[in-house]
C-alpha cells in the first residue's frame, strides 16, 4: 500500500488552499470532510479523491483513515475535532498534523505523548503559520544562545483573515490566555502589555497575545521557561481586546455573539489570490539571559494563509517520506530549525 494524505476539512478555506497547493507540488491527497457534496465538487476541481466522513461515531472514523499514513486536520474548531482524529490515528497507526495555533489544542496532542509513541505514530499541531516560523526562530536563536532562559516573539500578518478566524478572535475577546513566567503558566489577557517591535519596516505596535500556542511549542523545543508572545493587529482590534478585559460580560453576552456572528457572514470566505499574493508575514524573535546577553533575529515570508498551505504541503510530504518522529512533537523539534527556510519566499535575518 503506497502513502497516503488525507485533508480533513478540505472544503473549507484553508483545507481547500492547502490540496490545491499539494496538487500543484505533484501530490495526491484524499480530500475528506462531512459535506459529500462540496467534497465531490473540489474533488473533481482539482482531480482529486474525496471521502465523506463525519467524527461522531468513533469506528467509522478509523475506518476511514485505515489506508491512510497522515492526517491533516483542518477543520476547526480544533477542541472539536482533534479528539476524534487523534483517537482514530492511534488506532489505525496514522501520523496526525493540524492546523491549530492556540494553548489548548496543543495540550490535547502533548497529553497523548506517551500513547503516540507507543503507537509509533506523530502528533504534530500547528503544521502551518501558527507556530512552524516562531518555533523554528526560537530554536535557531536559543542554538545561537544555549543559556538564554527568556523568549520573547512577536508576528505581523500583512494580508485579509477568513472567516474561521475572524470567528476565533472575536470569540477568544473575553478569554483570559496564559504567558510562561519561570516554567509555569499563569493567567493573562490580551492586550495587557503593549510595546514596540521594528520586524524591518520601522517600529509597529505590538500587543500580548495569550491565546498563541507558541507559548508552548517554543518551551517544548528550547527548553525556555519564560516566554511572552505578542502580536502586531490593527487599532481597532487592540481597542476590542482592552475593552474586552475591562469589560468581559459585554463581549460573553447574546447580543455581541448575534452582531459578530453577522459581521462574519459578510465576510469573505479568506483572501482572494490577489491578496495572497500581494501579502506577507513577518516574525520576530529574541532571547536573553538575566546577565544581557541576547540574540534577536527576523524572519520574512508569504502572506500567513499562503505561508500555512505551503507549510503543511511540506510537512505532509515530509510525513509520507518517512520522516516522522513517533509522540508529540513541535515542527522544530521534529524537522529542525531550518525547516521554515524551505519554505518558498521565506527568509531569516539575524539583527543581534
Sequence with gaps: MSPTALIYGAT??????TARRAAEAGMRPVLAGRDASALAATGRELDLRARAFTLEDPAVVREALSDITVVLNSAGPFDRTAKPLIDACLHTGTHYLDLAGEVP???LAADRDEEARAAGVMLLPGAGFGVVPTDSLAVHLHRRLPDADRLDIAFQAIGGISRGTATTLLSDLPRTGVRL?????LPQRAAANTTKIDFGTGPATVVANPWRADLLTAAHSTGIQTIDTYTALPAPVRVLMKL???MPAVFTSAPWRALTQTLVRRLPAGPSDTALADGSSHVWAQVSTRDGRRAVAVLHGPEAYEFTARTAQVLLQRTLDGQATPGFQTPASAYGPDLVLT?????RQDLA
Excluded at 513566567?181 to 503558566?185: T, W
Excluded at 519554505?343 to 527568509?347: A, E, H
Design 343 to 347: 519554505i518558498p519566499d521565506v527568509s
Design 105 to 107: 489544542d496543543f495540550q
Design 244 to 246: 474586552a478585559m475591562r
Design 12 to 17: 473549507g478555506y484553508m483545507g481547500r488552499l
Design 181 to 185: 513566567q519561570a516554567g509555569v503558566y
